[in-house]
């Protein structure tokens, strides 16, 4: 399974982006798809995640309210919707893929596949 998100950029402060993440080579309505971010110098974070149909989504408190996962299973993709940007959101944003059964618990090791991840700038 291969994993490709783009859709990151600069944004200002305040301001919204959206980032995909496209899976390929594998049967996407089978995993749970994760959204985790790294920040320079600091370790890679959950931010969220969404089962296969789409019905459940979790959300780490530090982005609870202004982001929102979605997916779209017939074009083997999941959306990250981030709103209300802070300067503290700026961090490399990676996909990944699950097939453990649900619910996840956002840890890393829950994952078996991974996307190369996409640039998230937010400017003050």
């Known amino acids: 399974v291969q994993l490709q998100a783009s859709g990151g950029g600069v944004v200002q402060a305040g301001g919204s982006l959206r980032v995909s993440c496209v899976a390929s080579g594998g049967t996407f309505s089978s995993f749970a798809m994760g959204w985790f971010r790294q920040a320079p110098g600091k370790e890679r974070e959950f931010v969220g995640v969404?089962?296969?149909?789409?019905?459940?989504?979790y959300y780490s408190d530090s982005v609870k309210g202004r982001f929102t996962i979605s997916r779209d299973n017939a074009k083997n993709t999941v959306y990250l919707r981030m709103n209300s940007l802070k300067p503290e959101d700026t961090a490399i944003y990676y996909c990944?893929?699950?097939?453990?059964?649900?619910?996840?618990?956002?840890?890393?090791?829950?994952?078996?596949?991974w996307g190369q991840g996409t640039q998230v700038t937010v400017s003050s």
């Open positions: 969404i089962n296969w149909s789409g019905r459940s989504i």
């Open positions: 990944a893929a699950s097939l453990q059964i649900w619910p996840l618990r956002g840890q890393r090791e829950e994952y078996n596949y």
